[in-house]
């Protein structure tokens, strides 16, 4: 994101009037202020609170460690109120969501894009009308689906099942990868194909190495997704033992003392704000790439 | 070799075309079974969880479910008792109070940001870290976050900023007035960033020989704004101002999290009501109801789309 771009909206002529260079970099000065402020702010204020003992944030939520630091908070809030328990929680349902996006997006993409059968087309159609309807529309069928199951006469009720396989029916993970395999040059499939390899083979040894870079996109998205999930899992998972952080962070609200919820929720924050600065490439492209699709 | 190869390529795509299914060990030949079997995730995973559902979302807005008894056929009931429900006028009222404040709130700002950050000559990527950093904080995390922002003695957080230069203190959430207010500020502070990121995209695509055009003929900075890099953005404007209706039309988390719908019912919306009907009555929720209304929603949505599609369809098209 940070490549110059040659000849913009501003030339370099334009720089040099000292209207422009003080009317826009001021602009710019002053957005950085409001992004620091605004953007890292909030943020930075959990980060404190988190660490500051419940009685000075009630008292004085904007001072700065007043009484000194309570760093007990993150402990209380990760051994006595369970956050540990969750936290691991949200890492097993969010692997398993993004183990069956990928497998779903991958398998699904390459036979639509590079094995072709005649009927791709309908079921490509099929997979597109998804993308047309809204999620409101499958939340009551689906739970219904989960807790009555037509074949199957068990409820999926607590089971991470539950969670996992609907992750799996994302159209748009589909229809991105198989995007990007449409892009991939065919000469490479067909010398393939010559020299034996079946389609397992093209996939796994030539299809597959090809796509990382869409591959870590969707992986991004969709640990950050299921990390974000709160009504569904809200409504599947039960049992408080199994649930995410998301789901059981307004519950413990109302019995936990402030320092050590927002120690929580900071425990909360960490991985995909740590995700987000590792991968920040995969995180933007991908978000513009969204705009691209739908649009 | 390769005339021989040649006419084995020739020969595949020969024996491709004129595939017929004669019997099934033709067609696993062909690598028709193979290719089934890379099908099968895809086609598991959507026909239980996208397709049957969604079909099944129609039939069950004509009957009545309560997972107990057997389900019965109602015909229109669900939607007639929808429609006579007092409080659907009031939550169609909030939902498209909420999304035009979202409009104004959340819709010249990012536009305004990604214009102003394309332009930044070094460390723009500290830019669109900093927005974006938002949108990865969980919806959860940030709504109860801000919740203790809003709190309405004088010490809450924003209270005590105001406080600073003597406003307020104000009832954020506690009054009818403002909470809806407040909710779309957290809404538009949280969703913002990932708008920017999609413009600065449409923007690196705008044709800068248009520029130099523009700057040859003499065209101030504000002009060439307004003349060059608007028109230009008029396709991703006109898409993400349709996606931002089609997502606030169905919010959820905010009302739910904030308010649970009040001040008296001053934060209820139609999903909010879905989810009351379906699952806010601990004896066994009215799914018959709750799917009519969300099917209400969605041919709404659709319809709306469409005619939104054909009245700017003239202006987005060159």
């Given amino acids: ?295 | 070799m390769s005339a021989i190869s040649e006419i084995k390529i020739e020969g595949a795509a020969l024996a491709a075309r004129h595939r017929v299914r004669r019997s099934p060990l033709t067609w696993v030949r062909g690598g028709g079974l193979s290719t089934l079997l890379f099908l099968l995730p895809l086609l598991v995973v959507f026909g239980a969880f996208s397709w049957y559902p969604i079909a099944r979302s129609v039939v069950m807005s004509l009957q009545h479910t309560n997972l107990v008894t057997a389900p019965t056929w109602v015909g229109l009931g669900n939607f007639s008792a929808v429609i006579h429900d007092p409080l659907l006028p009031i939550a169609v009222k909030n939902t498209a109070y909420f999304a035009l404040l979202a409009l104004i709130f959340g819709y010249p700002i990012p536009l305004i940001a990604a214009v102003l950050m394309s332009e930044v000559r070094r460390g723009r990527g500290l830019f669109s870290a900093l927005v974006y950093l938002p949108v990865v904080i969980p919806p959860v995390v940030a709504v109860l976050l801000w919740k203790t922002f809003y709190d309405g003695g004088s010490v809450g957080v924003f209270n005590t900023m105001l406080g600073w230069v003597h406003l307020g203190p104000y009832p954020w959430l506690q009054s009818q007035s403002w909470a809806m207010p407040s909710l779309v500020l957290e809404s538009t502070w949280a969703n913002a960033g990932a708008t920017v990121i999609i413009y600065l995209a449409a923007l690196t695509a705008v044709n800068t020989e248009l520029y130099e055009a523009a700057a040859v003929d003499g065209a101030t900075l504000w002009q060439k704004v307004w003349r060059v890099t608007l028109p230009q953005l008029r396709g991703v404007l006109l898409v993400t101002m349709i996606l931002q209706i089609i997502g606030t039309a169905q919010v959820f988390l905010e009302p739910y999290l904030f308010t649970s719908g009040g001040p008296a019912n001053s934060t209820l919306t139609v999903l909010l009501l879905i989810f009351d009907y379906a699952f806010g009555n601990s004896l066994g929720g009215d799914y018959g109801k709750a799917t009519a209304l969300s099917l209400m929603l969605a041919v709404f949505l659709a319809l709306f789309s469409l005619a939104y599609l054909r009245a700017t369809r003239s202006w987005s098209d060159e």
Avoid at chain 1, 239 to 266: C, H, W, Y
Wanted: hydrophobic share 55%; proline share 7%.
């Fill in chain 1, 1 to 295: 994101m940070s490549e110059r771009r040659p000849a913009a909206l501003i030339t370099p002529s334009e720089w040099r009037k000292p209207s422009i260079r003080f009317g826009v970099g001021g602009a710019h000065v002053l957005l950085l202020l409001l992004l620091v402020v605004g953007g890292l702010g909030p943020l930075l204020w959990l980060a404190k609170s988190a660490i500051t003992p419940t009685n000075d944030t009630i008292s004085h939520p904007m001072a700065l460690f007043s009484h000194g630091a309570a760093w007990h908070n993150l402990r209380d809030a990760w051994v006595n109120v369970g956050v540990g328990r969750y936290f691991w929680n949200t890492v097993v349902l969010a692997f398993g969501s993004w183990l069956v996006q990928i497998v779903v997006a991958t398998t699904g993409g390459y036979a639509l894009s590079v094995l072709r059968p005649r009927y791709a087309k309908v079921i490509t159609g099929l997979l597109l009308t998804t993308l047309f309807v809204p999620a409101v529309v499958l939340l009551v069928p689906l739970y219904i689906e989960i807790v009555h199951p037509p074949l199957v006469h068990h409820s999926f009720i607590n089971s991470y099942w539950a969670v996992w396989l609907p992750a799996g029916a994302s159209a748009f993970n589909v229809v991105i990868v198989k995007r990007f395999f449409d892009n991939l040059p065919r000469e490479i499939f067909e010398a393939a194909r010559i020299d034996g390899a079946g389609p397992f083979t093209l996939f796994t040894k030539i299809v597959l190495p090809m796509s990382k870079p869409i591959l870590g996109v969707v992986s991004v998205f969709a640990v950050l997704a299921s990390w974000k999930d709160f009504l569904w899992p809200l409504l599947v998972l039960a049992d408080p033992n199994k649930q995410p952080l998301s789901v059981r962070l307004p519950t413990i609200q109302s019995q936990t003392e402030l320092g050590v919820f927002l120690a929580a929720m900071f425990i909360a924050c960490l991985v995909p704000v740590a995700g987000f600065l590792i991968f920040q490439r995969s995180f933007l492209r991908g978000n513009g790439l969204g705009g691209a699709i739908k649009g």
